[in-house]
C-alpha cells in the first residue's frame, strides 16, 4: 500500500488557499509472502510479484518527478516513510528518487499477537472465539497479546502530526491493515 500526499505550489494566478490543495494517491502494496498464503501479521518478504510491483512503483514515480504532480517540486523536498517492516522496507529500496526513506516502527502493521503468522482457517480453528468477537467490532477488538484498530489510531497519530507539518510531497508505503483504504479521501 502507498500512500502520497502532494502540497501544490502556489501560482501566480491562484490564492494561496486554492493552490494549497492536497493532492491523494492511494495504491495496495505487491504481494508478500504471506498474502499469498493468506497469513495475518508477520514480517514476510515480497513474493517475485510483489517485486515487480515495487518495480512498477518506481516507474510510476519517476513518471511523476518528470511530468506529473511531482515535476513542481525539488527532489530533495520529497519525504518517504515506511514501516519496518521487511515488505515494507524492501518496497521503499525499489523507489529511486534519490529520497532516503524513515522506517518508523510505529507505522507497523497491526499486531495480531497469538494469532501472528496464522491463516483464518487456522484462527478459527484455534481461536474461534477470536473469529467470532473480531466479526462483532473490528474496531475496538483486541487480538489476543496484539492490538486493537483503535490502539493503531492512537499509535500512529504523532506521524500523522509530522505528515502534516511536511511542505513538499510525501511518501508513506505501508499496508492496507494499518489504512484502510476507505479512510483515505
Not at 495475518?40 to 516507474?59: F, H, I, P
Amino acid at each position: 500500500f502507498f500512500f502520497l500526499m502532494i502540497r501544490r505550489p502556489p501560482r501566480s494566478t491562484q490564492s494561496r488557499s486554492s493552490a494549497a490543495s492536497d493532492v491523494y494517491k492511494r495504491q495496495r502494496h505487491g504481494q508478500s509472502e504471506y498474502n499469498k498464503e493468506n497469513r495475518v501479521g508477520g514480517d514476510s518478504d515480497l513474493t517475485e510479484s510483489g517485486v515487480k510491483y515495487a518495480e512498477m512503483l518506481n516507474l510510476f514515480f519517476q513518471q511523476e518527478v518528470r511530468s506529473g504532480e511531482l515535476k513542481h517540486f525539488d527532489k530533495s523536498s520529497i519525504r518517504m516513510f515506511t514501516s519496518t517492516l521487511v515488505r515494507a522496507v524492501h518496497t521503499t529500496s525499489k523507489i529511486k528518487l534519490g529520497v532516503k526513506p524513515m522506517s518508523l516502527k510505529i507505522l507497523d502493521e497491526i499486531n495480531t499477537g497469538l494469532c501472528d503468522g496464522l491463516t483464518y482457517d487456522e484462527i478459527r480453528e484455534k481461536y474461534p472465539l477470536v473469529d467470532k468477537e473480531r466479526k462483532e467490532d473490528k474496531l475496538r477488538y483486541r487480538y489476543p497479546r496484539g492490538e486493537s484498530y483503535l490502539d493503531i489510531i492512537h499509535r500512529i497519530e504523532p506521524v500523522i502530526f509530522e505528515i502534516e507539518r511536511c511542505r513538499g510531497p510525501v511518501i508513506v508505503v505501508l499496508f492496507s491493515l494499518l489504512l484502510p483504504p476507505d479512510c483515505l479521501p
